[in-house]
């Protein structure tokens, strides 16, 4: 997959323990995967973003896991029951991910597609209201 990297990004993933690299990456190749127009950006000061039209999902590593944020506003489906928090939050919901555990690809591409489209429909506010 091709897509511009942005360096800041990658200062924030390099300074991770391995196993949260290697979930950072494939997360970071799976959001890119979803569409060849997602950008990264850097809010909150030094925490990754992955935005078209609006926010799909962020990065923070946590001690023990690695949170990713997809805001969605609860809207989409989450028939594999990947969503490990923020169940009732109505801007992001959270898929935490801990060492040694695999990502459920499909799953969060189908996640990452369908907010990209709810983006480019208006985003998750006006889809919901």
């Not at 990658?10 to 979803?34: K, N, S």
């Not at 990264?40 to 935005?51: A, G, L």
């Not at 928090?85 to 499909?106: C, L, M, S, W």
């Amino acid at each position: 997959m091709t897509y511009v990297a942005e360096p800041r990004v990658d200062a924030y993933i390099d300074a991770l323990p391995a196993w949260q690299q290697a979930i950072c990456r494939e997360v970071r190749e799976l959001v890119h995967a979803a569409d060849p127009e997602v950008a990264e950006t850097i809010k909150r000061t030094r925490q990754p973003y992955f935005v078209l039209q609006g926010n799909i999902c962020a990065l923070l590593a946590a001690k023990d896991h690695v949170n990713v944020f997809v805001y969605d506003g609860g809207i989409v489906p989450d028939p594999a029951g990947i969503i490990t928090a923020g169940h009732g939050n109505k801007t992001a919901r959270t898929v935490a991910f801990r060492e040694g555990e695999k990502i459920n690809a499909p799953a969060l591409t189908a996640m990452f597609r369908q907010i990209i489209a709810n983006n480019r429909a208006g985003g998750w506010r006006k889809l919901k209201g």
